[in-house]
């Protein structure tokens, strides 16, 4: 069974950091890209970031570009995003998906955590 | 980049009803389109992608259509455990965007 499950969230002041783990099982998380998708408190769904098997590529939505970095460790099954210079409007629950093979979009997300910035 | 509109942005039904929600992007994306239902305090879960593929162990009374620039998703027959908000997600060179969602309510 797939699972991911997200653990790192918390309450931070505005421009701290924070990181954030994924630890996935039930697959061979080697074999897939990944991503972060997060949700504003009664907002819709945004997609933060994704990054290939081997973490040579990865991409960000614009509002996180130069402050969040997705990275991944292969042989710990586990994802990553390092959240630095923290602001109000990153606010959200983040969950961390599974991309799809050869499609994309994501076919397996964890519950995710909650991630609040403010003083 | 690629924006995503959905209409209507909510839809009050009954079950049994049939239901269609579109999502339109601002240039063309092929195929390259997901749909996703979400209920309350719940993780996303992925019911079409390909614009129209069904994802494994989803209802067949959901079915996506569409390419280019606009995309239907249908539910032919609501069920109580259908009422949710659904999101279309499109992917254009790996950046991925959300539509803003559609809340599907009980009339």
């Known amino acids: 069974e797939v699972q991911l499950v997200e653990s790192g969230g918390g309450l931070v002041q505005p421009g701290g950091s924070l990181r954030l783990s994924c630890a996935a099982s039930?697959?061979?998380?080697?074999?897939?890209?990944m991503s972060w998708v997060r949700q504003a408190p009664g907002k819709g769904l945004e997609w933060v970031a994704n990054i290939k098997q081997d973490g040579s590529e990865k991409y960000y939505v614009d509002s996180v570009k130069g402050r969040f970095t997705i990275s991944r460790d292969n042989a710990k099954n586990s994802l990553y995003l390092q959240m630095n210079s923290l602001r109000a409007e990153d606010t959200a629950v983040y969950y961390c998906a599974r991309n799809k093979r050869w499609q994309l979009s994501l076919d397996y997300w964890g519950q995710g955590t909650l991630v609040t910035v403010s003083s | 980049d690629i924006q995503m509109t959905q209409s209507p942005s909510s839809v009050s039904a009954s079950v049994g009803d049939r239901v269609t929600i579109t999502c339109r992007a601002s240039q063309g994306i092929s195929s390259w389109l997901a749909w996703y239902q979400q209920k309350p305090g719940k993780a996303p879960k992925l019911l079409i992608y390909?614009?129209?593929s069904l994802q494994s162990g989803v209802p067949s009374r959901f079915s996506g259509s569409g390419s280019g620039t606009d995309f239907t998703l249908t539910i032919s027959s609501l069920q109580p455990e259908d009422f949710a908000t659904y999101y279309c997600?499109?992917?254009?060179?790996?950046?991925?965007?959300f539509g803003p969602g559609t809340k599907v309510d009980i009339k």
């Open positions: 997600q499109q992917a254009n060179s790996l950046i991925f965007t």
């Open positions: 390909a614009a129209s």
């Open positions: 039930g697959f061979t998380f080697s074999s897939y890209w």
